[in-house]
């Protein structure tokens, strides 16, 4: 098994910064995802820590041991790590078993026989070792994959949007085997995806990643409720952010003005301009004036509701908010909202990142 700790970690293509002093720790036999849009990083960080790429400054360990550094560079073949690619990287020529052997060539043929089995079987697959990749399906060819990485017996396994190519069920699937094979076999595991319903529900950790930076590591539970920066707070579960003025603090919770009204919300913000973080969970439709006055400008049938969007009254908002309805409202109604939840932040010098302990292996 295999921690993973990088400091001050960069790297530029031209003038755009890929990785811009990241620093992570990630506890061994942790299930860590790296979630963001496109474009933030997240595969960039994973070929760092691979070796595939190489940094412009900044350090990563392995399993405490420097593979990366000043006058530093370990080569991937002796990082200890496996990878799993979107496209499988699966020879055609070669049966399965073969594939899943190709790493094993140190060993000698008993041995990597059994090692080969042993994978296979990992991942539910052994009756299908002489087959060849176009004989399987999308799902089986990522198990195949998978277990290549497995038989190498690595402290880190890395997978880079391994998913995408698979239809909703195929990926619901594979999400439930990448729990279980972790939970069995212990290995770190790192899993780049922008889909965020994914890293929320296989993973014990959580990395959010914007323009190359970590805006937040914590369980996929913090990610969600307590976001630690407005872009963790508008990416994850479709929230958006108001401005607000936090006019008091304590225990945890805080008093903010919305227009002409008050309202008690939880938060880390003190006194001064605040961040209001809400989805539409936190959100319903009052009978009277509620919380927030908001004029309806979109509607939308979607899981047996209807979902209004309304821009809020009196508040300089950028983005319009959500919220759910059992029967439609005609466009240009004003209505009002009540706070069922929501998260207050700190309008500037929010916590770039927040770490946290990771769930146990297996969680």
């Known amino acids: 098994m295999a921690d993973i700790k990088t400091e001050k970690l960069s790297l530029r293509f ?55 550094g000043a006058g530093l560079f370990v080569e991937p073949g002796e990082r200890c790590l496996g990878m799993v690619f979107q496209s499988y990287a699966l020879w055609p020529h070669m049966t399965v078993a073969g594939n899943v052997a190709f790493g094993l060539n140190r060993l000698s043929g008993p041995d990597r026989a059994r090692r080969v089995a042993e994978a296979l079987r990992s991942v539910g697959l052994e009756e299908f070792a002489r087959r060849r990749p176009h004989e399987l399906s999308g799902g089986q060819r990522q198990r195949v994959a998978l277990a290549r990485s497995l038989a190498v017996r690595p402290g880190l396994i890395l997978l880079d949007e391994p998913l995408a190519n698979l239809d909703a069920h195929l990926r619901q699937s594979m999400l439930a085997e990448f729990r279980r094979i972790h939970h069995q076999s212990g290995t770190t595991f790192v899993f780049v995806t922008h889909d965020q319903s994914e890293a929320l529900s296989v993973a014990g950790l959580v990395g959010v990643m914007n323009r190359g930076r970590l805006e937040q590591v914590a369980p996929p539970d913090q990610v969600f409720r307590r976001p630690a920066t407005p872009m963790v707070a508008r990416f994850v579960g479709q929230g958006c952010t108001l401005p607000v003025e936090a006019l008091s603090t304590s225990d945890g919770r805080v008093i903010v003005r919305l227009g002409p009204r008050n309202a008690e ?23 009277g004036a509620g919380d927030i006055a908001a004029r309806v400008i979109g509607l939308r049938f979607e899981g047996g509701d209807h979902v209004l969007s309304a821009l809020p009254e009196g508040i300089d908002a950028a983005d319009p908010l959500e919220v759910r309805s059992e029967m439609p409202v005609a466009l240009g109604t004003l209505i009002g909202l009540s706070l069922k939840g929501g998260w207050v932040l700190p309008r500037e010098g929010a916590a770039r990142t927040v770490a946290a302990a990771p769930q146990p292996v297996g969680a």
């Open 14 to 68: 031209g003038g755009t910064a890929a990785v811009d002093g990241v620093d992570l720790a990630v506890p061994e036999a942790t299930f860590f995802a790296l979630l963001g849009p496109s474009g933030c990083g997240k595969t960039t960080l994973l070929r760092l820590i691979a070796g595939l790429e190489r940094p412009d400054g900044g350090t990563i360990r392995l399993g405490g041991r420097p593979v990366a």
């Open 265 to 287: 919300v939880p938060g880390v913000a003190g006194p001064g301009p605040a961040w209001l973080c809400l989805r539409p969970r936190d959100l319903r439709l009052a009978e």
